[in-house]
């Protein structure tokens, strides 16, 4: 089935650095998600976007972070600057409408040391 | 705000077992509710999802049913195999509009062969 890919999928990044995560979502999807999940916990939502806007976003959604999506690009996750407890692995997914199911990338696993 | 709560972190089969993981929800209304899974390395699969009191959703051979009074959505599987071991999600989305999914925190399942 169509697919959602994120790049890349290992990332390590000093402390204080800036990161950018990508994810190419399924071509006729309208809305896009991030996750986030560390080792062995619950996947928490972070924020979602629609038609060129954040539309929720979650308190894990910090200051340090922005999505956008220009230009029918990659839909990406920015994080600067990077902390320790940013540390996770970062689910992307993409649904075509508000009450379709997801359809979830493979992940980007961020360690930031 | 809304949670669901999945009552194994682990199950251990062998195969041909009866499956049944346990998932309760908390929201107003009548949020849809899914079942998800995630084999390793990869993002959450959708697998199905219910919407009604009573519905049963089902997909290669695991079902559930609404249960509103119960507030529950338990996943079950006649005969499981060694191919069905990953991890669970139950997950559910209010109906309020533009709403995120937000997952349970998942069950490990294990088959041994």
């Known amino acids: 089935g169509p697919k959602v890919l994120q790049i890349p999928s290992h990332q390590i990044i000093d402390m204080g650095q800036m990161v950018t995560l990508n994810c190419d979502p399924v071509?006729?999807?309208?809305?896009f998600y991030w996750y986030k999940q560390i080792l062995g916990q619950q996947m928490e939502f972070l924020v979602n976007?629609?038609?060129?806007?954040?539309?929720?976003k979650s308190k894990l959604f910090k200051d340090q972070f922005s999505v956008e999506r220009p230009d029918g690009s990659y839909f990406t996750l920015k994080i600067q600057p990077t902390a320790l407890e940013d540390s996770a692995v970062y689910f992307c997914?993409?649904?075509?409408?508000?009450?379709?199911?997801?359809?979830f990338g493979s992940g980007t696993r961020l360690l930031v040391i | 705000g809304d949670s669901v709560t999945q009552t194994e972190g682990q199950v251990a089969l062998s195969e041909e077992d009866f499956l049944t993981i346990h998932c309760n929800y908390s929201?107003?209304?009548?949020?849809?509710l899914f079942w998800y899974v995630q084999y390793p390395g990869e993002g959450p699969q959708f697998l199905f999802r219910?919407?009604?009191?009573?519905e049963k959703g089902s997909s290669r051979g695991f079902e559930a049913t609404y249960n509103k009074e119960a507030t529950s959505f338990h996943l079950q599987k006649a005969s499981v195999q060694e191919s069905d071991s990953a991890v669970y999600y139950c997950a559910l989305r209010s109906n309020y509009g533009n709403e995120k999914i937000t997952f349970g925190a998942g069950t490990k399942l294990t088959i041994k062969p």
């Open positions: 997914a993409s649904s075509l409408g508000w009450d379709s199911d997801y359809t």
């Open positions: 976007f629609y038609n060129g806007k954040v539309m929720e």
């Open positions: 219910a919407s009604r009191d009573k």
């Open positions: 929201a107003s209304g009548y949020p849809a």
């Open positions: 071509s006729n999807h309208l809305y």
